[in-house]
């Protein structure tokens, strides 16, 4: 037996389930605080940018956070795993608080412009690159490893939740207020999400002592280190290259290519927004599947089974005569996707070693924030030379070739998530 069966097995009688753990609540309260006030700060600079110069600057502007956020993505999960996430994930946030009530308070005295707004954005972005591979791999050490798929369901939603509130909100503030106001109202929100995750409590870190760990001597607290253990686990060594080579694939058509397509078939930006609305609420459904159900049985399988519909059906929206059949499909592609990044995010987390946690985490993460948005220019100049149809069919068979590695790896498809025994009062 493993440890991390152990650990299930173990789990203290009377342990409430993560949707009445006090101590997960405050940290899940405190983690959609802060992603609603990314929507704020993020409506606040294109805006701001949009009103300082011209279209080429938001360009710039909105790239410019990209940029450190990819390059330091790696070397903030080794300093999550030196320093700590807690302290690591703290720190960060106050830091983004104080760095954008200032930003707020120096444009309430003067017009933004875009050399402040560069910075803050690049500021932003490597404070990102620290607090995203932290606040990742928390959830293994909230909670104990049966309850960590319903966790990632809850975060799922979170991020659902604040995909829909935080443009609103950044909005709202924007036409009522103003740039120093909405930038204010970001800087709020991060400043109430910092008693939360100040109060909240980590379990102790153990170390792994089954075959997958590496013994307590060799374990290392460098980025080669963290890259060495991601290459040679059996299983989460070949979930990084899943979910890397599917991100890739699929991410440039969900994102700029659904735009073109809409504009290419005459659908509209209403068109366009019930497409995103049909994912976005596919994606909810099957995080919610995973909060309520707790653990779904062969999760390996599962994973490596859903993976294919959402390559399949990101390529056939291309293809469908009619939006609501779009629509029907983009649903059925969320909530595939929704499962598959649901459990593979709790396979990869229940399987880390903990003192590997921040930079398993923080490789992961590089493929989808670092790696994946390079495919947006791509995506868009082949469009405009082939079309949508061959490109969404191309990228749907490049995602699926992530999808051959996952049902080719033995390790995945036996994959299952901890199951908790009945405990003895």
Not at 379 to 384: E, F, L, M, P, S
Not at 394 to 404: D, E, K, T, V
Request: overall charge positive.
């Amino acid at each position: 037996m493993t440890s991390l069966d152990k650990a299930a097995h173990e789990r203290p009688a009377g342990l409430r389930p993560a949707y009445r753990d006090g101590n997960v609540l405050r940290w899940l309260t405190a983690f959609t605080l802060s992603l609603v006030g990314d929507g704020v700060y993020f409506v606040a600079l294109g805006w701001s940018a949009q009103k300082a110069a011209g279209p080429t600057e938001v360009g710039l502007v909105m790239a410019a956070g990209a940029l450190p956020r990819a390059l330091l993505m790696l070397g903030g999960g080794v300093m999550a795993d030196r320093w700590g996430l807690r302290r690591v994930v703290i720190a960060a946030d106050a830091v983004r608080c104080l760095f954008i009530l200032l930003v707020a308070a120096f444009v309430a005295m003067t017009a933004p412009t875009v050399w402040i707004l560069v910075t803050l954005a690049l500021v932003f972005g490597a404070v990102d690159a620290l607090f995203v591979p932290a606040v990742g791999a928390l959830p293994p050490r909230m909670t104990t490893p049966d309850q960590l798929a319903r966790l990632t369901g809850m975060r799922s939603l979170s991020m659902r939740f604040s995909q829909i509130v935080g443009p609103p909100v950044g909005g709202l503030a924007m036409g009522f207020g103003g740039t120093a106001v909405t930038f204010a109202v970001a800087g709020l929100l991060f400043a109430l999400s910092l008693p939360l995750l100040v109060t909240m409590r980590l379990r102790p870190l153990v170390s792994r002592d089954d075959e997958e760990a590496p013994s307590s001597t060799s374990r290392g607290t460098g980025l080669v280190d963290g890259l060495r253990y991601v290459r040679r686990h059996r299983l989460i060594g070949p979930l990084v290259v899943v979910t890397a080579v599917s991100e890739l694939g699929l991410i440039g058509t969900l994102n700029v290519g659904m735009v073109l397509l809409n504009s290419e078939r005459g659908w509209g930006p209403s068109g366009y927004g019930w497409i995103v609305s049909g994912f976005g609420a596919g994606a909810a459904a099957g995080a919610a599947l995973l909060t309520i159900a707790g653990r779904l049985p062969r999760a390996g399988m599962l994973f490596a089974a859903t993976l294919p519909v959402g390559c399949v059906g990101g390529a056939a929206i291309a293809l469908v005569p009619s939006l609501p059949l779009a629509v029907t499909l983009a649903t059925t592609v969320g909530a595939a996707m929704g499962i598959c990044g649901g459990l593979g995010s709790a396979l990869v987390q229940t399987a880390a070693d903990p003192a590997y946690l921040g930079r398993v985490t923080s490789v992961v993460m590089l493929s989808v924030l670092g790696l994946a948005p390079l495919s947006y220019p791509l995506v868009g100049a082949a469009i405009g030379a082939w079309g949508a149809a061959p490109v969404f069919v191309g990228c749907g068979a490049f995602a699926g070739i992530g999808a051959l590695v996952a049902l080719g790896s033995t390790a995945v498809r036996r994959a299952e998530l901890p199951r908790a025994e009945p405990t003895s009062t």
